[in-house]
């Protein structure tokens, strides 16, 4: 058998390929709605003028001072995601430094079998 389709690991291009195509769709999504938004707020008809108006009255009262406890929330989650990540390149880099241990101890193991039988 192929040596590195032994070493392939599946699940880790799955999750890659999964995180890209959830990306490019949450963005899409994300930017649809936005235009959708704003080509709806930006009509001529009375009503929409004044549902316009409110939305930035509304905006320009905006206390931020309220809103800390999200902020807050979202810098500690943040925090967390980069620990998280952290911790799966820490797990990633013990699994190849195992493996290489793994083949040293093999090859000591072997020269030691070997060493007895040159020396006669």
């Known amino acids: ?28 999504i994300t930017i649809q709605s936005l235009w959708g938004w704003y080509v709806w707020l930006a009509g001529q008809d009375k009503y929409i003028g004044i549902l316009r108006r409110y939305v930035i009255v509304h905006g320009l009262r905006l206390r ?19 620990v998280l990540w ?20 093999r090859t000591e193991i072997h020269l030691r079998h070997v060493e007895p039988s040159d020396k006669r």
């Not at 389709?5 to 949450?26: C, E, K, P, Q």
């Not at 931020?64 to 980069?82: R, S």
Request: aromatic residues 20%; negative net charge.
């Open 86 to 105: 952290h911790a799966h390149h820490l797990i990633y880099d013990l699994e190849a430094k195992h493996a290489a241990i793994r083949e040293q101890a």
């Open 64 to 82: 931020f001072a309220t809103f800390w406890g999200d902020v807050i929330i979202c810098v500690l989650l943040f925090i967390v995601f980069f």
């Open 1 to 28: 058998m192929i040596p590195w389709l032994l070493s392939l690991d599946l699940f880790n291009g799955f999750r890659w390929m999964l995180g890209w195509i959830v990306t490019v769709y949450a963005t899409v």
